[in-house]
C-alpha cells in the first residue's frame, strides 16, 4: 500500500557531500515521521536522523553538525544533506516512515549505497 524510495547514493571522496531523497507513495492519509538509517557490513542497523510531523528532528550523536534532514510535506518527501562525509559514513541508507495508510505502520525503502573512499 506504501512505497518509499530513495534516491541519491553513490560513492563521494573524504569530505565530500551527497544529499538522499526519499519518496512516499500509495495510499497515504498522513505521515507522522520519515527518517534515515544505515547499516554498515557487520553492523546493526542504526537511527541516523528523524524528524516528526510537527518538525522535531532527532540526529546520531556521529552526524550532528554534518547532515541535516528536512522534509516536503506536501510531496511526501524527506531528504538527507550530507557533508563533510568520512569513510565510516559508508553504509547502506534506508528511508523510514511512520505512515498512516490504511492502517498506521512502519515502512521502509529498499535503501541506498553511500561510499566515501578516497
Known amino acids: 500500500q506504501v512505497q518509499l524510495v530513495e534516491s541519491g547514493g553513490g560513492l563521494v571522496q573524504p569530505g565530500g557531500s551527497l544529499r538522499l531523497s526519499c519518496a512516499a507513495s500509495g495510499v497515504i492519509f498522513s505521515i507522522n515521521a520519515m527518517g534515515w538509517y544505515r547499516q554498515a557490513p557487520g553492523k546493526e542497523r542504526e537511527l541516523v536522523a528523524r524528524?516528526?510531523?510537527?518538525?522535531?528532528?532527532n540526529y546520531a550523536d556521529s552526524v550532528k553538525g554534518r547532515f541535516t534532514i528536512s522534509r516536503d510535506n506536501a510531496k511526501n518527501m524527506v531528504y538527507l544533506q550530507m557533508n563533510s562525509l568520512r569513510p565510516e559514513d559508508t553504509a547502506v541508507y534506508y528511508c523510514n516512515g511512520d505512515i498512516r495508510s490504511w492502517r498506521r505502520d512502519e515502512y521502509w525503502g529498499q535503501g541506498t549505497q553511500v561510499t566515501v573512499s578516497s
Open positions: 524528524i516528526t510531523s510537527g518538525g522535531s528532528l
